[in-house]
RNA sequence: GGCGGCGUGGCCAAGUGGUCUAAGGCGACGGUUUGCAAAACCGUUAUUCGCCGGUUCGAAUCCGGCCGCCGCCUCCA
């Protein structure tokens, strides 16, 4: 069975066949870096990350290029509202430039904690100006878009696909129902290519048309362009972007190219929290930083990194996902009980007895594995995919009762890297058992308490055994001539 | 107003015409194991898939109606 896709474009699932065999371009919509990522970032990033490592397991060579928004996404409707960046760049005192980079570190370390490989390329907006100018002048020049006081519009008139992908219809949309329309728009539909700028906007650039700045929906197409090509084979984003702005890229990049611009489209559905959307101003919106660390007021707990992609992995990614401290606390502990199976595992397999594995548990491996991959080629069916891991513990678990072979062991081993690690990023490599100083010092202060028990008691030779015991691992006893012991290491 | 989605056990969630008396996880309960516990394992926990009607030899899955919930079209992935 081959690998199927639901293509918003069709509305249809289609056996996926990148144009060029064996090598695969992904483009999927980064974020706007004006504030730390939330878990709304963590299920779309997570989705599209099985995605790309799903491609590369089945031995597809994947560019995975991911933008980051730092310039021209505004605030309110695509064009009259402030830039995201530099409003929130005016309200943290910062360049924007510098707030950019700041919420752009953040999200790469969040990501990283949730175990999403990083993007091959991860372009900027601000670092392609002038990539977009061109693209909008051949825009004018192909007579799609209008030049009106130092802005730019595209004429939605004169693409007749507009609003194919979101199944929306020009005439049928109410113009302007919940959004001003710009007295410069031909057509209320029509979007900006290029802004003119304020003199006391920060981030502006010179172009034909006089200082301005990107239209959102721009960067996008260009980019995707620029590294991968006119025509790509697979473009993701947030379902809450299918319209407009993936709506606009298709309309630029088409009406510039000649040339399909995205063969599949695949959108990932929203989050909610306590079944209600995240909102800024509902009081539910959790960053992930507040996730990890447990800091918000719908949380009992600190989350582990993975156990948020283990609840994003359970459902499925065109399905909404609704977050609860609940749901969380039950990823957790399926996590950790595939976790501790793992450990179990490579632990027992440094001591088993040398030995094949049975034809029969060999028969069973391989079959995990057929039902994991059909479950994947069902537009990354997750769910049932990590179904295969909990079945894979169980067996596991119940080998570990008996006195298993090696090779048995290293085989399950092997599965859960290739299955649990390689794809879907919840198993991983190596678990190094960290301990803090604070633990140590607790263990320390604990045989301390013990000793000075036994002094108390006269018991001498246990108090000594226990400072020579002691020694022996490194640390050193100090006795004060208050009563008190305090520890170093020698 | 326009567009779309969802409603499956206490909770999360797969399944979308027969293999479904419905996967998997969490939780709960009983058992095995254990000095006790934890972990692990075994078993129990939906004859039923929002409600009503229809199509069909056969429906959780298709169609119609009703009820309820949610999302997009502003911000937001």
């Known amino acids: 069975m081959r690998l199927k896709l639901y293509n918003s474009l069709t509305r249809t699932k289609e056996e996926f066949k990148p ?19 939330h878990l709304g970032h963590a299920k779309s990033y997570v989705g599209f990350d099985i995605l790309v490592r799903y491609l590369r ?8 290029v991911q933008n980051i928004t730092d310039v021209g996404h505004l605030t309110d409707d695509a064009d009259e509202g402030e830039d995201k960046v530099g409003e929130a760049a005016r309200r943290e005192k910062k360049h924007p430039m510098a707030l950019a980079e700041l919420y752009t570190r953040s999200y790469f370390e969040d ?33 799609y878009a209008y030049e009106v006081n130092g802005s730019v519009y595209f004429d939605v008139s004169k693409f007749a696909d507009y609003g194919k992908l979101s199944g929306r219809n020009v ?43 990107p239209g959102w929906h721009l960067e996008c197409s260009v980019m995707s362009m620029k590294y991968l090509g006119k025509t790509i084979d697979i473009h993701g984003g947030g379902l809450e972007n299918q319209f407009p702005h993936h709506e606009c890229e298709i309309a630029q990049s088409q009406a510039a190219n000649d040339a ?75 996590h950790e009980k595939l976790t501790e199976t793992v450990k179990a595992v490579r632990k027992r397999m440094l ?57 048995t062991l290293s085989a399950i081993d092997a599965l859960f890297g290739r299955l649990g690690d390689d794809v879907l990023g919840i198993v991983k490599h190596q678990y190094e058992e960290q301990v803090s100083d604070e633990v140590i010092d607790k263990l320390v202060r604990f045989w301390i308490q013990r000793r000075n028990q036994a002094r108390r008691n006269k018991d001498f030779a246990l108090a000594d055994g226990t400072r020579a015991e002691l020694d022996n691992i490194g640390i050193v006893l100090e006795d004060g001539p208050d009563g008190t012991t305090t520890w170093r290491w020698k």
């Not at 390329?121 to 825009?139: C, D, F, M, N, Y």
């Not at 079944?275 to 800024?280: D, I, L, N, R, T």
């Not at 049975?358 to 028969?363: G, I, M, Q, S, V």
Request: with cysteine; charged share 20%; glycine share 6%.
């Open 351 to 407: 001591q088993a007895p040398n030995g094949p594995i049975e034809t029969k548990l060999a028969k069973q491996l391989r079959q995990f594995r057929v039902k994991f991959e059909a479950a994947m080629n069902d537009d990354l069916n997750t769910s049932v995919a990590l179904s295969v891991l909990f079945e894979l513990a169980r067996v596991a678990n119940k080998l570990l009762d008996q006195n298993t072979t090696d090779q």
């Open 111 to 143: 990501m990283d904690r949730l175990n999403c490989v990083r993007p091959d390329i991860s372009p900027r907006a601000s670092g392609h100006i002038i990539e977009q100018i061109e693209l909008v002048k051949t825009l004018l020049e192909k007579d």
């Open 57 to 64: 397991y089945l031995g597809y060579s994947v560019t995975y």
């Open 171 to 213: 005439e049928d949309m109410q113009a302007g129902a919940r959004v001003e329309i710009s007295p410069d728009k031909k057509n209320p539909a029509d979007f900006a290519l290029w802004k003119k700028a304020e003199p006391n906007h920060i981030m502006q650039w010179p172009s034909p048309w006089g200082m301005g700045f």
């Open 260 to 334: 399909q611009f995205v063969r599949y489209w695949l959108h990932n559905n929203m989050v909610t929290v306590d079944g209600q959307k995240m909102g800024k101003s509902l009081n539910n919106f959790i960053t992930l930083k507040q996730a990890f660390s447990g800091a918000h007021e719908k949380l009992t707990k600190h989350y582990d990194p993975m156990a948020v992609r283990q609840l994003i992995l359970n459902s499925h990614y065109r399905s909404p996902l609704d977050f609860s401290d609940a749901a969380l606390f039950a990823a957790h502990s399926g």
């Open 19 to 37: 144009l060029k065999k064996g090598v695969v371009g992904v483009y999927v919509c980064g974020p706007t870096v004006y504030g730390h990522a």
